[in-house]
């Protein structure tokens, strides 16, 4: 062999070892890609940080009284995605535009030989919600960064909640109106028959309510533990908004009011508040 198949061969060989080793460490290379976090020194938001939220809520559906009101919401991430809380909120009431539009087309003064209702009737029988609110567990799959003009950039969530939601509901029907003591039935007093007239029974739409809560909503951050909470609620539960017998056998309203009269009532709320995270220090990941 002459001297220059020697150097040929010599050249084959180092060329065939530094594509081995350069291989070898792209392979290394991918394998630490793989193994590294998507994202380098991501600020975690929401991780392990309390949640308290100041915030304002008002009815979106309601038929007779809208809901109005504030209070707070309380929450503990477990991490970026879960979450456990609750909200509790304290309200007032105003009439519709439809009961504004009812209560002149009624009788002023109270007609017991009548189905139609009279003003103070109708009115006085139809419910508030004082109090309200839900215990609940959240789900947060999507987070990221909004960008106006290029420049300012927000990070947001997007969230969703489901658990247990409370009421507490109270209509102000007084004696002097709702004062039939055997709705529908005869009174085992006096053995009178049943007047028929819905108008004096008691409304039944008072007291505790517990149902099903459902909600979802965005967090937009203005800074590392403030962010505006915008958010759509149900609190769905058994109720009679309108304290009226708008149910009965199968041929229509049976002339009392009963429990059947109760019904499973999707009461939706748009809520907003201003969102604190405590710790206020955000942590960052490697």
Not at 18 to 46: I, Q
Not at 87 to 114: C, F, H, Q, W, Y
Not at 263 to 279: E, K, Q, T
């Amino acid at each position: 062999m002459n001297i220059k198949h020697i150097i040929l061969a010599a050249a084959v060989c180092s060329t065939f070892v530094a594509t081995e080793d350069t291989a070898s460490a792209e392979g290394r290379r991918l394998n630490e890609l793989k193994e590294a976090p998507a994202v380098r020194h991501r600020r975690l938001l929401v991780s392990g940080r309390f949640e308290f939220t100041p915030l304002f809520e008002s009815t979106i559906n309601a038929d007779f009284r809208h809901i109005i009101g504030g209070g707070a919401k309380l929450e503990y991430h477990l991490g970026d995605k879960f979450s456990i809380g609750g909200i509790v909120v304290g309200s007032t009431a105003l009439n519709t535009k439809l009961v504004d539009r009812i209560i002149p087309t009624l009788e002023p003064a109270v007609d017991n030989m009548t189905r139609e209702p009279s003003q103070d009737e109708f009115n006085l029988r139809l419910n508030t919600m004082p109090l309200h609110g839900a215990a609940y567990a959240s789900l947060t799959p999507w987070y990221g960064k909004l960008a106006a003009f290029g420049q300012a950039y927000v990070a947001f969530d997007f969230y969703f909640q489901a658990g247990l939601a409370f009421a507490q509901l109270k209509s102000d029907c007084p004696d002097s109106i709702c004062n039939d003591p055997s709705p529908g039935i005869t009174n085992p007093a006096t053995m009178a028959p049943p007047d028929l007239n819905p108008n004096n029974d008691d409304p039944l739409n008072s007291g505790s309510r517990l149902g099903l809560y459902l909600g979802g909503g965005i967090h937009v951050f203005l800074n590392d533990f403030i962010a505006l909470d915008l958010t759509f609620r149900d609190y769905a539960f058994g109720d009679n908004p309108s304290g009226a017998d708008v149910s009965g056998p199968r041929d229509g309203p049976d002339g009392a009011v009963t429990k059947d009269d109760n019904r499973f009532v999707h009461h939706l709320f748009f809520g907003a508040g201003v969102s604190i995270m405590f710790p206020t220090k955000v942590k960052r990941t490697n």
